[in-house]
C-alpha cells in the first residue's frame, strides 16, 4: 500500500489514511484534468491507483516522494505527491494530463506532444520546494506512453491550495430542479454523472461528490431546522440514504462511497415524480 507513513495506514477505517491526506490537502477544488469538471482529490487518488508503477524516493528533510499511474492509461496520466514524512501531510502535488474535456463536457484530450503538468501547492510551500516534482515529471519512459514518443509539455501552472481554491463553488440547480430541496453544502456537482442524465430527468436529480463522509452527509439532513418531513434513514457501510419532504416536495438522498474510491462520497438527490 503506498502511504506515507506505515503506521498511519493501520489509523484508517473508510479510506486509507493516504487518500484523506489527499482530501485533506485538495478539499473540494475542482477541475478537468483526467476527465471534466471532477474533484481533484478523485483524480490525484486515481493518478496514484496502478500499484505496478507506485514508487516512493526519500527526499531530504523528511519528506518524501510518492507516484503511480493512472490505471489503465498508463505514463500519460499520472500523478505524484510531496509528503513531509513526521506529520503525513500532503505538502505539494503534481498532475501529468491532457486537459480532458476542458471547455466542455466531451472528452477531448491532448496528446503526448502537448502534455500539461499541474502542480498544487500547500499554502506556505514555495515552487522551490516542489521542484522534485518537476524532476519526477520528465521521467516517464516513453514506451509508457501512447505515441511511444518522447514526451512534450505544453505548459507548466502551479497553484496554491489556499482557502479560495479548496472551498465548494456553488451549486447551480439544473432547471426545473426544485429550490425547496437542500443540497449538501460542501458538495460541488459530480459532472460525468450529471451529464449522463437525460434532459427530463436532470429537471428532478442531482448528483454532487463531496470528500465529506456518508455520515456527515446523512448527519446534514437529518438535523435541518425546520426538520424535514416524513423522514426516514438508514446508513449501512458505505452507503446510505434520507427520504423526506420540504415545502409539499418529496425527495430521497443517496449517497455512497465508492469501493475503489473510499475517501469520495457521491451523491444523488431526486425528487419524485
Not at 491507483?49 to 499520472?78: D, I, K, V
Not at 521521467?139 to 502551479?158: C, I, N
Not at 437542500?182 to 450529471?194: D, E, H, K, M, N
Amino acid at each position: 500500500m503506498l502511504v506515507p507513513d506505515a503506521a498511519k495506514a493501520s489509523e484508517a477505517t473508510q479510506a486509507p489514511a493516504l487518500d484523506r491526506a489527499v482530501t485533506a490537502f485538495a478539499g473540494m477544488a475542482s477541475g478537468s484534468y483526467y476527465w471534466p469538471e471532477g474533484l481533484l482529490a478523485e483524480q490525484l487518488i486515481a493518478g496514484l491507483a496502478s500499484p505496478r508503477h507506485r514508487q516512493q524516493q526519500a527526499l531530504p528533510g523528511g519528506r518524501r516522494l510518492l507516484s503511480s499511474y493512472r490505471m489503465p492509461n498508463g505514463g500519460s496520466e499520472r500523478a505524484a505527491l510531496l509528503v513531509d514524512d513526521r506529520s503525513g501531510k500532503v505538502l505539494a502535488a503534481a498532475l501529468v494530463h491532457r486537459e480532458c474535456g476542458v471547455g466542455s463536457s466531451g472528452t477531448g484530450c491532448r496528446d503526448d506532444q502537448h502534455a500539461v503538468l499541474s502542480v498544487f501547492l500547500r499554502p506556505g510551500i514555495d515552487r522551490a520546494q516542489a521542484q522534485p516534482l518537476l524532476e519526477w515529471s520528465r521521467t516517464v519512459p516513453k514506451e509508457d506512453l501512447d505515441s511511444g514518443e518522447a514526451e512534450k509539455f505544453e505548459k507548466t501552472e502551479y497553484t496554491t491550495m489556499d482557502a479560495a481554491h479548496t472551498k465548494a463553488r456553488p451549486v447551480v440547480r439544473q432547471k426545473g430542479f426544485s429550490a425547496a430541496v437542500p443540497l449538501y453544502p460542501s458538495a460541488v456537482i459530480y459532472r460525468t454523472g450529471q451529464d449522463a442524465l437525460s434532459d427530463k430527468k436532470a429537471r428532478r436529480v442531482l448528483r454532487l461528490q463531496t470528500v465529506d463522509s456518508v455520515e456527515q452527509v446523512l448527519a446534514f439532513y437529518k438535523q435541518l431546522s425546520p426538520p424535514l418531513d416524513n423522514l426516514e434513514s438508514e446508513l449501512e457501510g458505505r452507503s446510505g440514504y434520507v427520504l423526506g419532504s420540504r415545502a409539499g416536495v418529496a425527495f430521497s438522498v443517496n449517497a455512497k462511497s465508492p469501493r475503489d474510491m473510499p475517501a469520495i462520497t457521491n451523491i444523488e438527490i431526486e425528487i419524485a415524480e
